[in-house]
């Protein structure tokens, strides 16, 4: 499926906004906006391939998400263990390699070796790459990185002169990804809280007020059609 031939977002990142709002408004608990957006999720990783994305990369906790009820977290941590335990086959049966990224030492353990399972068992898929950011934050990241390359100069592995744009994108959590093309965000907000800041220093931005739960394959066409409509300059001048 393809939206015209003009050349669409090669990596699509999305801040899945809009969860507990959705289940809110219909009088429900929160978790019920959290397993309404698990199906999303499943919707728009089908649609983006059909529309030749390469790279999907989901915000499904940050950081931050920890100051959260315990229960909510608590229910968010069992979500995703039957999302990966319910989604497995399909995944590697459609060719969606899955991968996470973010500190996962916090979450429990048992979950920790579902993602590994996850991640070894769809490695070589190729179809398209689903990156999950759990524990992310970009912040941290960059520190990361930071503190990676400082450690390699003093171990006198890396000269400082060595320390580039593209050495310190290498030392990042998404070294094996391409910088996002495209950032969206659901729920109504405009702003990107803390996520990938460094890799989206040239994404289109696309805010949408609909709240993730609600997002389906029309939403994902009209993603993927206005960032073809967009002219990216990277600080050039278009024609000169």
């Not at 950081?63 to 315990?70: I, L, P, V």
């Not at 593209?166 to 702003?191: K, N, Y």
């Amino acid at each position: 499926m393809e939206s015209d031939n003009r050349p669409g977002p090669r990596h699509v990142a999305v801040i899945m906004d809009g969860n507990g709002r959705w289940a809110q408004a219909r009088g429900h608990p929160r978790t019920v906006g959290h397993r309404q957006g698990a199906e999303a999720v499943k919707g728009v990783v089908r649609t983006a391939g059909e529309f030749g994305v390469s790279y999907l990369t989901l915000f499904a906790f940050s950081a931050e998400n920890w100051k959260r009820s315990a229960r909510e977290v608590q229910d968010l941590m069992g979500l995703l263990r039957t999302f990966v335990q319910r989604e497995l086959d399909d995944l590697r049966d459609n060719g969606v390699c899955l991968r996470v990224i973010g500190d996962r030492t916090p979450l429990p353990e048992d979950l920790q070796d579902m993602l590994a399972r996850a991640e070894a068992q769809t490695r070589a898929n190729r179809r398209i790459a689903v990156t999950l950011a759990l524990n992310y934050g970009g912040r941290q990241d960059i520190v990361n990185a930071a503190q990676q390359m400082a450690q390699g100069v003093a171990d006198g592995e890396l000269g400082v002169d060595e320390i580039s744009l593209q050495a310190f994108g290498d030392a990042l959590s998404t070294s094996s990804l391409p910088d996002p093309d495209l950032l969206v965000r659901t729920g109504g907000e405009q702003r990107i809280s803390n996520f990938l800041l460094w890799q989206c220093a040239y994404a289109e931005m696309f805010f949408i007020d609909k709240l993730w739960p609600d997002i389906g394959p029309d939403d994902v066409h009209a993603m993927v059609e206005t960032y073809q409509h967009r002219r990216r300059r990277f600080g050039a001048i278009i024609g000169s």
